[in-house]
Structure formats: structure tokens, C-alpha cells
């Protein structure tokens, strides 16, 4: 089944030291976005890429950055962690155009020791 | 300030009755508007959709509702079943044109009592 799928599916790391989350999809969607999820809260994108073009959005901090070395895969780097970082991160993909439904993987649990 | 408001955090219904979820927004800029559904430890699902020249989407025992002036949609799950009993997102696009960026409300959880 097509699908998207973000490695690890929980994640430790120590406060400040960097760490990588991984998204892989195999829909061939054009659009590849990261949103942090916080307890009890809203779904908050921090970027996307559409194709080969990275979208910041105005509020992400700059410790937060992204790759996207091809169609399938894109990956969130968080430089230095700190204790508010630790919670849900979401990859979604989506096809181009209008009115097309994202459609999510599982998520990574980061939490900050 | 929120865009996308979801104002019930939890909602309990007996199994066979309709549960109604709600969800109102401020931007009129928005024009196609998404229900997702999510299950502990998975990421969410999409459920169902409808795009603002519309005001009414069906698809099985899940009926959305858009009232433009109102700026206020619903989503109908009837009959309800217990499998139903999940966190229900909210989601809205349009003010930034075709890539699809989508504000989320923060959730209704709701359970499907047998």
C-alpha cells in the first residue's frame, strides 16, 4: 500500500544535542510538509517543500531546518533541542493543486531528556 | 489567534446516535475544509471533505455540513459506532493558495459508548 512512513516512531534525545527525523513516502506526491504537535493542541506546520522549493513558515524557529534530497524522502534536523521541542512531529504529503487532502504518517514522539 | 476553532474538547455518544462535531473559523479566505480522524499513537486519517461552492458532502454515515455566513461547519457521523471513538480534527485551506496548507483546530475527542 502507498503510503507515508516516518522513522523512528519515538525518539530520546539529550537537551542540545541534534537530531534527525526521517519521512519517506511512496504516493509520488509533489508536496512534503513537517508540522509539530503538541499535547492537546492543534497541528502546527513548520514547513513544507513543494518539489525541490523549502517553505518556511514566518514563526518556525531557526533551530529547525529541513532536507528533501528527493521525491520520497524529506528530513527534519533540530540543530540544538530544547525542553519545548520535546512533542509530536508529523510528515504529510500532498499532491499540487486544489483541494487535495494531505495524508499524514504515524508521527515521531521526540522527547528532550 | 486561532483560525480554526474547535470549541468541544470531548464528546460522548451512545452507539447508534448521530455525534455532531463542530467547527467554526474566521478567515473568509478559506475554501476547502477537511475532517480527520485520529486514533492514539497513529497519525491522522482523512476522513472527508468540502470545498466552499458547496454546503453539503456525504459520503456513508459521514455527512459534512459548510454554512458560509456563518462561517461554521459540522460534521454528521450517523449511526455512530464505537470504532468511531477517535479525536476528530478539523482542518482548513485556502488562504495560501494551491499548496494545500492547512490550519488545524485543536481536536474534539470523541467516544462511542456501546
Known amino acids: 500500500d502507498a503510503m507515508v512512513i516516518q522513522n523512528p516512531r519515538y525518539q530520546v534525545t539529550q537537551f542540545g544535542k541534534p537530531v534527525t527525523l526521517s519521512c519517506s513516502q511512496t504516493l509520488n506526491h509533489n508536496v512534503m510538509y513537517w508540522y509539530q504537535q503538541k499535547s492537546s493542541q492543534a497541528p502546527k506546520l513548520l514547513f513544507h517543500?513543494?518539489?525541490?522549493?523549502?517553505?518556511n513558515e514566518a514563526d518556525t524557529p531557526d533551530n529547525f531546518q529541513s532536507r528533501r534530497p528527493n521525491t520520497s524522502f524529506c528530513f527534519l534536523d533540530i540543530r540544538s533541542p530544547g525542553l519545548g521541542d520535546a512533542a509530536m512531529y508529523l510528515c504529510?504529503?500532498?499532491?499540487?493543486?486544489?483541494?487535495?487532502?494531505?495524508?499524514f504518517g504515524d508521527g515521531t514522539r521526540l522527547s528532550i531528556l | 489567534d486561532q483560525q480554526v476553532k474547535q470549541n468541544s474538547p470531548s464528546l460522548s455518544v451512545q452507539e447508534g446516535r448521530i455525534s455532531i462535531l463542530n467547527c467554526d473559523y474566521t478567515n473568509s479566505m478559506f475554501d476547502y475544509f477537511l475532517w480527520y480522524k485520529k486514533y492514539p499513537a497513529e497519525g491522522p486519517t482523512f476522513l472527508i471533505s468540502?470545498?466552499?461552492?458547496?454546503d453539503k458532502n456525504e459520503d456513508g454515515r459521514f455527512t459534512v455540513f459548510l454554512n458560509k455566513s456563518a462561517k461554521h461547519l459540522s460534521l454528521h457521523i450517523v449511526p455512530s459506532q464505537p470504532g468511531d471513538s477517535a479525536v476528530y480534527f478539523c482542518a482548513a485551506s485556502g488562504e495560501r493558495g494551491s499548496q494545500g496548507n492547512l490550519i488545524f483546530g485543536k481536536g474534539t475527542k470523541l467516544s462511542v459508548k456501546p
Open positions: 517543500y513543494y518539489d525541490k522549493d523549502f517553505n
Open positions: 504529510a504529503t500532498s499532491m499540487v493543486g486544489g483541494n487535495q487532502p494531505q495524508h
Open positions: 468540502i470545498s466552499s461552492i458547496k
